[in-house]
């Protein structure tokens, strides 16, 4: 089980540096993603028991998973979802102005 911790954090650490040290929106957008997927296996981390069922399936259970977990996690998808479309917006639209996907070139060309 703390493999899984390992994984997430090793997750999150490399969208981080990807963020951090590309130029390229496309790639920090790539990087944005991979941080908030990390985020959501973290979720769905904590909220997993073993051999646990959720509480409306059936009557006849011992050990119940707690839901709230996986309504976040949900609710991060689509909000990570929605981020990424804003994102990916903007992106075409300083393509359109700029020609350019380079950061620091739009932040060059911007006075």
């Known amino acids: 089980m703390e493999s899984i911790y390992l994984v997430v954090i090793i997750l999150f650490c490399l969208g981080l540096y ?3 040290t590309n130029t390229n929106l496309i790639k920090i957008i790539i990087g944005i993603n991979i941080m908030d ?42 909000i990570g979802a ?17 020609n350019t996907l380079d950061i620091s070139e739009i932040r060059r060309l911007k006075g």
């Not at 979720?43 to 996986?70: F, H, N, R």
């Not at 990916?88 to 359109?96: A, D, E, M, N, Y």
């Open 18 to 20: 990807t963020t951090l």
């Open 37 to 78: 997927s990390s985020l959501v296996l973290l979720l769905v981390v904590l909220g997993y028991k073993p051999e646990g069922t959720a509480p409306i399936i059936d009557q006849q259970y011992s050990i119940i998973v707690d839901p709230i977990p996986q309504a976040l996690a949900l609710t991060a998808i689509v």
């Open 82 to 98: 929605s981020i990424t479309a804003l994102m990916l917006l903007l992106t075409i639209k300083l393509h359109r102005n700029y």
